[in-house]
């Protein structure tokens, strides 16, 4: 563990292959099939996000899916997963979102360059997410891609991205930082955990294989979420997917 802390702190991502083996993916299927696809339509709108709002076949992200289902809040709650967050954080750590994503097969679009830590809106910014893939993820079917010790430089400037589910994206971004890309080409069962100032992004989805996961938010107990500001702020953005007709 003292490498892979020594790792996270100064890459900002680490990869765990075989994180999980089959029985547990089985039961993750098994899970989402029963306790949330089947029940989409008893979720609040804003955690469910399609491609299309029109074709459910469309469907790219649901939000607090751990309020759905006993195991998955035993799972974000484990020592497997919370254990892992205090150790690479170095400090006790609060669940605070369990999520499951998708870009389905052809259409689904870009993920912008973005910092979670803009989301999450803490202080000091310390928190990290893990993305446990259920498919295999690669180059063509729009596999997150990090640039390498981003967390030690700071919070970029975000703006509006237009896309849904990821709705502030990095500003500045530039080919200079493209090039210093670092794919994550993952098997099901391995995953990704990066800090909330990592800088990634992922293309689109131009394969016919669906890019699934499921991400697991942690805060550290040491940080403060400024409430009033995330609560406006998700107010805001609510009212604004509203209009827009996008939920």
């Avoid at 607090?64 to 690479?88: C, K, M, T, V």
Wanted: proline share 4%; glycine share 6%.
């Amino acid at each position: 563990m003292d490498g892979l802390k020594q790792e996270f702190d100064q890459k900002g991502y680490v990869v765990l292959r075989n994180f999980v083996g089959k029985a547990i993916l089985n039961r993750i299927a098994a899970t989402l099939d029963e306790n949330i696809f089947a029940r989409l339509d008893t979720m609040p709108r804003e955690y469910v996000f399609y491609e299309d709002k029109s074709d459910t076949t469309t469907l790219k992200q649901l939000q607090h899916i751990n309020q759905f289902a006993p195991y998955f809040d035993e799972l974000i709650e484990s020592d497997q997963f919370r254990g892992l967050a205090e150790r690479l954080l170095g400090s006790s750590v609060v669940a605070r979102n369990m999520q499951w994503f998708n870009k389905p097969p052809g259409i689904g679009k870009e993920t912008p360059p973005h910092q979670d830590g803009y989301y999450f809106m803490l202080v000091p910014n310390e928190a990290l997410t893990m993305w446990l893939a259920i498919d295999p993820v690669d180059e063509e079917n729009g596999c997150v891609r990090y640039i390498s010790g981003s967390n030690r430089a700071g919070m970029r400037p975000h703006s509006l991205s237009n896309i849904l589910g990821f709705s502030q994206g990095i500003s500045d971004y530039r080919e200079a930082d493209r090039l210093v890309e670092i794919p994550m080409i993952v098997a099901p069962g391995d995953m990704i955990v990066h800090h909330s100032l990592t800088i990634h992004r992922a293309d689109a989805n131009a394969s016919t294989r669906s890019r699934r996961g499921l991400g697991f938010i942690y805060y550290s107990d040491l940080a403060r979420e400024d409430r009033v500001k995330h609560a406006e702020y998700q107010q805001k953005l609510k009212e604004t997917l509203l209009k827009q007709q996008k939920i």
